[in-house]
């Protein structure tokens, strides 16, 4: 139990094209979602915590306009790189807090990541 | 302000011999504590959590942790290393009167044959 999936795995795009990101939580609900970037062999950043039906909130430093995220359901959150910039490129990870009783706030199941890409 | 040190980027070891994996805590209450491994192309896996329920804390695959609070570690710790054991590892603390995690730079074991 507790899935979490990304779509796509890795995707490649050309400078200044806008870019999708779906994060899914399989098995669960989940209150909240939280939007991750990991650069070669560092940590994870968090970018942004999202609640369903609720606007995102942001990190000091992420653009906002620039990283869209959309969180739809209690099962599916999505984050928008508009106008992709090489500097764009890195590995994105999704992480989803389940809606479940005696289940703690800060528990959180991971996605896969999802690699971009930018020519 | 939390965070947390880890105080080796790369351990190696042999298979079959223990795993000894180093984290530091700075936090000005009582935190939660986290240890999570990550695979390749998998997502990250929780491993051991730490609440204040209890010092030693078993993980899955026979790992484990004790939280120090006169050391302000969370090290952790496997008695016998296992090829498949080898991915990153991160240590991490929450936010205080928050559900952020705050992830430390990550520790690359190997386990060698």
């Known amino acids: 139990g507790a899935v979490v999936s990304q779509h796509p795995s890795w995707v490649i795009c050309k400078s200044g094209t806008s870019v999708k990101i779906e994060c899914r939580s399989l098995?669960?609900?989940?209150?909240?979602m939280f939007w991750y970037r990991q650069f070669p062999k560092q940590s994870l950043m968090l970018m942004a915590t999202?609640?369903?039906?609720?606007?995102?909130?942001?990190e000091q430093g992420v653009e906002k306009d620039k990283f869209l995220i959309n969180h739809a359901s209690l099962t599916l959150s999505t984050l928008t790189v508009t106008s992709a910039h090489p500097e764009d490129s890195s590995f994105y990870i999704c992480?989803?807090?389940?809606?479940?009783?005696?289940?703690?706030?800060?528990?959180?199941?991971f996605g896969p990541g999802t690699r971009l890409t930018v020519l | 302000a939390q965070s947390v040190t880890q105080l080796d980027s790369h351990v190696s070891v042999s298979e079959g011999t223990p795993v000894l994996l180093r984290c530091n805590y700075s936090?000005?209450?009582?935190?939660?504590l986290f240890w999570y491994v990550q695979h390749p192309n998998k997502g990250l896996q929780l491993l051991l959590k730490?609440?204040?329920?209890?010092?030693l804390v078993k993980g899955i695959n026979g790992f484990e942790a004790e939280f120090k609070k006169s050391e302000t570690s969370f090290h952790l710790t496997k008695p016998s290393a296992h090829m498949s054991d080898a991915a990153e590892y991160f240590c991490?603390?929450?936010?205080?009167?928050?559900?952020?995690?705050?992830f430390g730079t990550g520790t690359r074991l190997q386990v060698f044959p």
């Open positions: 098995d669960f609900q989940a209150t909240t």
């Open positions: 936090s000005s209450y009582s935190p939660s």
């Open positions: 730490y609440t204040s329920a209890a010092t």
């Open positions: 991490v603390v929450t936010l205080y009167n928050t559900d952020k995690l705050i």
């Open positions: 999202s609640n369903e039906g609720s606007k995102a909130t942001y």
């Open positions: 992480s989803a807090s389940p809606l479940l009783a005696g289940v703690g706030t800060d528990t959180q199941y």
